[in-house]
């Protein structure tokens, strides 16, 4: 069969498989061809010329009611199974076909794509229009089964826009979303192909064109493995260039197909009339916005040969607060006919931006919306670039650019706390602007940030706080999760990083923002107390408090006999005599009932150690907490055996552990670790110092995804290189 990637490739490949198939059907046929009263009939890919190297045939064996039909049948479908290829059959008269189609959607949307191989086509000439007049006259109930089924396969297969590895065919906003608009089109409801869909449905089959060349197989779900030998087969820079085009596409694809699903509920509601003409309001939103037919439509006034630059702001804004979708024909006018902004922008046009931004829910979609037709580029040029950009850490769920418009949504819950809400909802934005460029992205994004507050007009002063926030929003978390919050070193470094309570609030809210927004993954109760209590710590200090004092330890652990354990399941407290190894004993129990550490202090009080644990159960198992407080009895002991965690094994892909060196704590340093996480690590580091006489005082362990970042507070004067040398021991490369 042949090869190749595009529609000319696949054109010769749809021939290739016509002529084949004819072939099998004279061999089962001795010649003779199908008799009269049966067509082979192709539907699906082959039905619309649209044949991917290892895609399945679709067919149907339609006849008249001819004796020895199924018989015919076995004698073609063996044929094709044996070839290896997929074959999806069926064996029909035109009434058994029609009544499938009429009681199941996917059969009567398949048969919109129906095509004639072989036999007689008076078959096919009686059924093609009567089953497009059964799709049209049933479409309300059609469609209405086909969005159920739509909605659940959105569930079970995601957003191609965001996926790593979507499904190209199955995702949202993949290939079947495309079958799903010919179907409302063939119905008459809407344009629901227009060029943008057309060209996106062509690159993602290119896609899968050079994904099934690439496996030797059929494959829709664009797998990591595959991604470099894609990108260079459709002759792109690389996997995430690849992942960005995907993405952009798949965007179009479902954004014209939710615009699509309004259209027929428009249409539905006008069956409902029976046919009444109804005559729309036109009611006022906004300054030259109204809402017209539950979209929001220009007013008359505003359709000027010059319109206002800021007019795509306005009725974007209108659009996101109403939570009303903006009319098609209208985002294709501004598009095409609404000039470029003044540098700096006018104050009307920052002040619609602003209440875009601060919309909330109304956001997301509006923004997405204003995207699809080239507005949020004539707004932010540099927002091209962070379009479709993969994010390749599995804690974040949107593509670069969604993320930072689900950062402001979620920025828009708190403008009630800060001073300033119109700085919080633009740094939401532009947060994370300098991702994809070489370098720290905190640090590079600093100058981009700072060129687009100066362009939308704000001043001197707010600029400076746009950049700092860029460059300072993981600070908050960043101290939370891998510092010792009862240090007063801690506090004060971040007092002199922020230097006013305006911006603390700010990069309060902002870290709040950027957590949620990025994921499940990346915002937890415990994640959500730690970065509240530095917040209320710091502001307290800034605000001439003192440092608060840190919590008394229980009496029952300065005067029970040791060791004492005290345990439930989000913490573990341990009193026992002072030893080297003491900390790596407990982390290796914890490890072993499968309890994940996130934070870990220690002090000795009178020879006494003092051991506090926070931990999470794994996955979300259960705790045998009497095995576990014998254990730890025993482990303050020194009376375990090492775990099965101390025997090390390279994790393929892991590299060389990461190791940096901080300063800024009372009466130690900090070893900070990055490395991919593994069950027992915490153990393996701390046990591993132990060995080299190297005390652990505190632990904080921050787990992104697969990778973590754990700090470990060791005695000011411990040897550097010699503590280096016995971490980086405990991490095999090979």
Same mark, same amino acid.
Not at 70 to 95: C, N
Not at 200 to 229: F, M, N, P
Not at 315 to 338: F, G, Q
């Given at each position: 069969?042949?090869?190749?990637?595009?529609?000319?490739?696949?054109?010769?490949?749809?021939?290739?498989?016509?002529?084949?198939?004819?072939?099998?059907?004279?061999?089962?046929?001795?010649?003779?061809?199908?008799?009269?009263?049966?067509?082979?009939?192709?539907?699906?890919?082959?039905?619309?010329r649209?044949?991917s190297?290892?895609?399945?045939?679709?067919?149907?064996?339609l006849?008249?009611?001819?004796?020895g039909?199924?018989?015919?049948?076995?004698?073609?479908w063996y044929?094709?199974w044996?070839?290896?290829?997929g074959l999806?059959?069926?064996?029909r008269?035109?009434?058994?076909?029609?009544?499938?189609?009429?009681?199941?959607?996917k059969?009567?949307?398949g048969l919109?794509?129906?095509?004639h191989?072989?036999g007689?086509?008076?078959?096919?000439?009686?059924?093609?229009?009567?089953a497009?007049?059964?799709?049209?006259?049933?479409?309300?109930?059609?469609?209405?089964?086909?969005?159920?089924?739509?909605?659940?396969?959105?569930?079970?297969?995601?957003?191609l826009?965001?996926l790593?590895e979507?499904?190209?065919?199955?995702?949202?906003?993949?290939l079947?979303?495309?079958?799903?608009?010919?179907?409302?089109?063939?119905a008459?409801?809407?344009?629901?192909?227009?060029?943008a869909?057309r060209?996106?449905?062509?690159?993602?089959?290119?896609?899968?064109?050079?994904?099934?060349?690439?496996?030797?197989?059929k494959l829709?779900?664009?797998?990591?493995?595959?991604?470099?030998?894609v990108?260079?087969?459709l002759?792109?820079a690389?996997?995430?260039a690849l992942?960005?085009?995907?993405a952009?596409?798949?965007?179009?694809?479902?954004w014209t197909?939710?615009?699509a699903?309004?259209?027929?509920h428009?249409?539905r509601?006008d069956?409902?009339?029976g046919?009444?003409?109804?005559?729309?309001?036109?009611?006022?939103?906004?300054a030259?916005?109204?809402?017209f037919?539950?979209?929001?439509?220009?007013?008359?006034?505003?359709?000027?040969?010059?319109?206002?630059?800021?007019?795509?702001?306005?009725?974007?804004?209108?659009?996101?607060?109403?939570?009303?979708?903006?009319?098609?024909?209208?985002?294709?006018?501004?598009?095409s006919?609404?000039?470029?902004?003044?540098?700096?922008?006018?104050d009307?046009?920052?002040t619609a931006?602003?209440?875009?931004l601060?919309?909330?829910?109304?956001?997301t979609?509006?923004?997405?919306a204003?995207?699809?037709?080239?507005?949020?580029?004539?707004?932010?040029?540099?927002?091209?670039?962070?379009?479709?950009?993969?994010?390749?850490?599995?804690?974040?769920?949107f593509?670069?650019?969604?993320?930072?418009?689900?950062a402001?949504?979620?920025a828009?819950?708190?403008?009630?706390?800060?001073?300033?809400?119109d700085?919080?909802?633009?740094?939401?934005?532009?947060?994370?602007?300098?991702?994809?460029?070489?370098?720290?992205?905190s640090?590079?994004?600093?100058?981009?940030?700072?060129?687009i507050?100066?362009?939308?007009?704000?001043?001197?002063?707010?600029?400076?706080?746009i950049?700092?926030?860029?460059?300072?929003?993981?600070l908050?978390?960043?101290?939370?999760?891998?510092?010792?919050l009862s240090?007063?070193?801690?506090?004060a470094?971040?007092?002199?990083?922020?230097?006013?309570?305006?911006?603390?609030?700010?990069?309060?809210?902002?870290?709040k923002?950027?957590?949620?927004?990025t994921?499940?993954?990346?915002?937890?109760?415990?994640?959500?107390?730690?970065?509240?209590?530095?917040?209320?710590?710091?502001?307290?200090?800034?605000?001439?408090?003192?440092?608060?004092?840190?919590?008394?330890?229980?009496?029952?652990?300065?005067?029970?006999?040791?060791?004492?354990?005290?345990?439930?399941?989000?913490?573990?407290?341990?009193?026992?005599? /002072?030893?080297?190894?003491l900390f790596a004993? $407990?982390?290796?129990s +914890? *490890?072993?009932?499968?309890? %994940? #550490?996130? !934070? @870990?202090?220690?002090?000795?009080?009178?020879?006494?150690a003092?051991l506090?644990?926070?931990?999470?159960?794994?996955f979300?198992?259960?705790?045998?907490?009497?095995?576990?407080?014998?254990?730890?009895r025993?482990?303050?002991?020194?009376q375990?055996?090492?775990?099965?965690?101390?025997?090390?094994?390279?994790?393929?892909?892991a590299?060389e552990?990461a190791?940096?060196?901080?300063e800024?704590?009372?009466?130690?340093?900090?070893?900070?670790?990055r490395?991919? /996480?593994?069950?027992g690590l915490?153990?393996? $580091?701390?046990?591993? +110092? *132990?060995?080299?006489?190297? %005390? #652990?005082? !505190? @632990?904080?362990?921050?787990t992104?995804?697969?990778?973590?970042?754990?700090?470990?507070?060791?005695?000011p004067?411990?040897?550097?290189a010699?503590?280096?040398?016995?971490v980086?021991?405990a991490?095999?490369?090979s």
């Amino acid at each position: 069969m042949p090869t190749g990637i595009g529609p000319v490739a696949r054109e010769l490949r749809a021939t290739w498989l016509d002529s084949w198939l004819r072939g099998v059907v004279d061999t089962a046929t001795e010649g003779a061809g199908l008799p009269k009263g049966v067509a082979l009939v192709a539907v699906g890919g082959l039905g619309r010329r649209e044949c991917s190297p290892h895609s399945d045939v679709d067919l149907i064996l339609l006849h008249s009611g001819v004796f020895g039909i199924d018989e015919l049948a076995s004698k073609l479908w063996y044929p094709i199974w044996d070839s290896r290829r997929g074959l999806d059959h069926s064996v029909r008269t035109i009434a058994e076909t029609l009544s499938a189609a009429h009681d199941d959607s996917k059969v009567a949307l398949g048969l919109v794509d129906l095509r004639h191989l072989c036999g007689d086509p008076s078959l096919l000439a009686t059924l093609q229009p009567a089953a497009l007049d059964l799709w049209r006259r049933t479409a309300v109930m059609q469609l209405s089964r086909l969005r159920e089924l739509t909605e659940a396969r959105y569930v079970q297969h995601g957003e191609l826009a965001h996926l790593l590895e979507g499904d190209l065919k199955e995702a949202a906003g993949g290939l079947r979303d495309v079958g799903v608009l010919r179907g409302i089109g063939r119905a008459g409801i809407a344009d629901a192909l227009p060029p943008a869909v057309r060209a996106a449905q062509t690159r993602i089959l290119d896609v899968r064109d050079a994904l099934h060349l690439s496996a030797g197989r059929k494959l829709d779900r664009l797998v990591a493995h595959e991604r470099a030998i894609v990108a260079k087969a459709l002759g792109l820079a690389d996997g995430d260039a690849l992942l960005r085009r995907v993405a952009t596409d798949a965007a179009t694809i479902a954004w014209t197909l939710q615009d699509a699903w309004r259209s027929v509920h428009r249409f539905r509601a006008d069956l409902r009339r029976g046919g009444a003409v109804r005559k729309p309001e036109r009611l006022p939103l906004a300054a030259d916005v109204v809402e017209f037919d539950g979209e929001v439509v220009l007013a008359r006034s505003a359709v000027t040969p010059r319109p206002d630059p800021a007019l795509s702001l306005r009725v974007a804004a209108a659009a996101a607060h109403a939570r009303l979708p903006i009319a098609r024909a209208t985002l294709e006018w501004l598009s095409s006919h609404v000039p470029a902004l003044p540098v700096p922008w006018p104050d009307g046009a920052r002040t619609a931006l602003m209440s875009l931004l601060g919309s909330g829910s109304g956001l997301t979609p509006t923004w997405t919306a204003c995207d699809r037709f080239g507005l949020v580029t004539t707004w932010l040029p540099e927002w091209g670039r962070l379009r479709g950009a993969p994010q390749h850490n599995p804690v974040h769920r949107f593509t670069l650019d969604q993320h930072l418009v689900a950062a402001a949504a979620e920025a828009g819950k708190s403008l009630r706390d800060v001073a300033r809400p119109d700085l919080l909802l633009l740094g939401a934005l532009v947060h994370d602007v300098g991702k994809g460029l070489p370098g720290d992205h905190s640090t590079v994004g600093r100058p981009i940030a700072a060129a687009i507050a100066a362009r939308v007009g704000l001043p001197a002063d707010d600029v400076a706080t746009i950049e700092f926030l860029v460059r300072h929003h993981l600070l908050l978390p960043d101290v939370a999760t891998r510092r010792d919050l009862s240090d007063p070193a801690t506090i004060a470094t971040v007092v002199d990083a922020v230097g006013t309570v305006e911006r603390l609030e700010l990069l309060h809210a902002l870290a709040k923002a950027d957590a949620v927004a990025t994921g499940p993954a990346a915002w937890s109760p415990w994640k959500a107390s730690l970065i509240d209590e530095l917040f209320t710590t710091t502001r307290s200090v800034m605000k001439g408090s003192p440092l608060p004092a840190p919590p008394a330890p229980d009496p029952a652990l300065l005067i029970g006999e040791l060791p004492v354990v005290i345990c439930d399941e989000s913490r573990v407290s341990i009193a026992a005599a /002072d030893r080297t190894g003491l900390f790596a004993s $407990v982390a290796g129990s +914890l *490890a072993t009932h499968r309890l %994940d #550490v996130m !934070a @870990a202090d220690s002090v000795t009080i009178d020879g006494r150690a003092l051991l506090h644990w926070v931990v999470a159960p794994r996955f979300g198992g259960e705790v045998d907490f009497v095995a576990l407080r014998a254990d730890l009895r025993r482990a303050a002991l020194g009376q375990l055996p090492p775990p099965s965690h101390r025997v090390v094994r390279s994790v393929p892909g892991a590299g060389e552990p990461a190791l940096m060196w901080h300063e800024g704590a009372t009466d130690a340093v900090i070893l900070e670790l990055r490395t991919v /996480d593994a069950p027992g690590l915490l153990y393996r $580091v701390t046990s591993a +110092l *132990a060995d080299a006489g190297v %005390d #652990v005082r !505190a @632990a904080r362990v921050s787990t992104l995804g697969s990778s973590v970042v754990d700090a470990f507070y060791l005695p000011p004067d411990v040897d550097r290189a010699a503590a280096e040398s016995v971490v980086r021991a405990a991490f095999p490369t090979s």
